[in-house]
């Protein structure tokens, strides 16, 4: 019987960062941040090196799985490096600008006409399939400058999976935004903060246009764009909210490190970084409490004539 050919696998091009408790975070194209000790994260930068084969060997198999090897040449595109220019930095404040602007308008229109629960939006159009349609069509085209936000502040540009994917049926889009876990603070920070101030923009616009014009389109609008920041702040979910919450902690795998203190030791020992990560993840679950409560459910309940 012939013996099975063995296939070479690549170790990819690899972008470190020291992370604020003093270990080290590591990515690589298409992979899941790998939070190791200090040699291993050179021994990954360096896999030349004479050390590197003895320190990275009895990972080989974590390694694989978190997606740091490939058998095809195509792995060895390195992620993107941090955006440190001056334009970068006159960008950054540009957002952080807008971000606060768009972050306050809307909430003194909001204080001013109330915020549009999912009865409203249902009640103010013609009819209420209309309504549907236009919500989810509002959906689906504000989600694509969401998604190319991130693509250009995260400079995913021409990426394998750095490109917009929409999914027509969950009314979404997305993006892979893993590789700026090796990026220092404020461009990560932009990268993954930028969808939602394009979403704060196109609140205060659909805002205005509902105070000024009165318009339905514009209340089912701002609608739309009210449950779309609220349902990226399920921290406990896959969402922006949930990495941006991880990056001001400074900890990739913070969620599954609270799950193990919180199941290895007791409770009254776990790290405070675990009681931390609890709150925004009880937190995350009342904003998911609060969708159901003041959106679908009154929508709902519209449609079959409750309300």
């Known amino acids: ?18 992370l604020r408790d003093g270990m080290w975070v590591a990515v690589a194209e298409d992979s899941e941040p790998l939070v190791v000790n200090e040699a291993i994260a050179k021994a990954l930068c360096d896999p030349d090196a004479i050390e590197a084969s003895s320190t990275l060997g009895p990972l080989t198999e974590t390694l694989s799985d978190a997606g740091f090897t490939d058998s095809s040449a195509d792995g060895l595109l390195r992620p993107p490096s941090s955006p440190v220019g001056a334009g970068w930095r006159a960008a950054r404040a540009v957002l952080w600008a807008l971000g606060a602007a768009f972050f306050t308008a809307p909430a003194a229109l909001l204080l001013l006409g109330g915020v549009p629960t999912g009865a409203d939006a249902i009640s103010v159009g013609p009819h209420p399939l209309l309504t ?34 929409v999914k027509v049926r969950r009314a979404s889009a997305t993006t892979n935004l893993t590789h700026v876990w090796a990026w220092s603070s404020s461009p990560r920070l932009a990268a993954v903060s930028a969808g939602i101030v394009v979403d704060l923009a196109f609140l205060t616009l659909a805002l205005v246009l509902r105070t000024t014009t009165g318009a339905w389109v514009a209340t089912v609008a701002a609608t739309v764009m009210v449950m779309r920041i609220v349902w990226q702040l399920r921290f406990h979910r896959n969402c922006d909210g949930r990495h941006i919450a991880k990056m001001l902690i400074d900890n990739p795998t913070i969620d599954t490190d609270t799950k193990q203190a919180l199941t290895t030791r007791l409770w009254t020992s776990a790290p405070r970084s675990a009681w931390l990560w609890l709150a925004v993840a009880a937190a995350g679950v009342l904003a998911e409490l609060a969708l159901f409560a003041v959106w679908f459910a009154p929508a709902a309940l519209r449609l079959l004539g409750v309300l």
Do not use: Q
Not at 9 to 17: A, F, G, M, S, Y
Not at 155 to 160: A, S, V
């Open 132 to 165: 549907i349609t236009v919500a989810v069509g509002i959906a689906i085209i504000t989600a694509v400058p969401h998604e190319l936000a991130h693509v250009i502040f995260g400079r995913t540009f021409g990426r394998r999976r750095g490109s917009v994917r």
């Open 1 to 18: 019987m012939a013996a099975t050919p063995e296939i070479m696998v690549l170790l990819k091009p690899v972008r470190i960062r020291e």
